[in-house]
């Protein structure tokens, strides 16, 4: 199951991770969003200890969505070390979205 990542522990979880972290931002409302949901969800236990896996909710954390110049949803960001290191915007498959983690370890 992926991390719920709000503006309280996305420093803790993500900015200060030693591993490489892939972050979905999404939305309820968002149909596309919701059937990348489940990709999402197997992507964290495969990565388990190796790499997060986590989940911003745009709506109820505005203030990571503006940070980040998110402006159209779903919007996948890999960080390694802190930084955003790859950006994917829209649904992607479960195979571009490991390799994009793959690159950052």
Sequence with gaps: MA????????EAEVLNSTEPVLVDFWATWCGPCRMLGP???????????????GKVNIDEHQGL????????????????DGQP?????????????????????
């Design 39 to 53: 990709t999402i969800d197997e992507l964290a236990e495969e990565n388990s200890g190796s790499a997060k896996v």
């Design 85 to 105: 290191v790859e950006q994917l915007v829209g649904v992607q498959s479960k195979s571009k979205l490991q390799d994009a983690i793959d690159a950052a370890k």
């Design 3 to 10: 991390l719920t990542l709000t503006e309280e522990n996305f």
């Design 65 to 80: 969505s503006i940070k980040y110049n998110i402006t159209s949803i779903p919007a996948l960001i890999v960080f390694k």
